[in-house]
């Protein structure tokens, strides 16, 4: 019974580091890499002029600006226009419908 229990514990052992590493996204292309480079510095990053003092700042504003153009490139895809906000309502209520008895 004792050798069953070490089997179990070691199985969990080396099964609970494959689990933990799974990964569902598949790495980055280097093109993909290189096409994220070049939108961000198209953004207005600069990577040769940017010091060590401004370069978090430089980067994140950088990349912010693409975060809003891919989002508002994402929004548009649908074809189904925007979202309504607005409501509406037809017809009268039930009790005037029947005013003419």
């Known amino acids: ?3 069953l229990i070490k089997a179990v514990a070691l199985a969990v052992v080396l099964v609970a580091p494959v689990a933990s590493f799974a990964q ?4 980055l292309t280097r093109a993909e890499v290189k096409a994220q480079l070049k939108q961000i510095e198209q953004a207005g990053y ?3 002029k940017s010091s060590d003092s401004t370069y978090p700042a430089d980067i994140q504003a950088a990349e912010a600006r693409v975060a809003a153009q891919n989002a508002t490139a994402q929004a548009d ?3 189904y226009g925007t979202t309504a906000t607005g409501s509406s309502q037809t ?3 039930a009790a005037g419908a029947n005013t003419g008895q």
């Open 1 to 3: 019974m004792k050798s």
């Open 24 to 27: 569902t996204e598949q790495p």
């Open 46 to 48: 600069n990577p040769a």
């Open 77 to 79: 895809t649908t074809g």
């Open 91 to 93: 017809g009268g209520s």
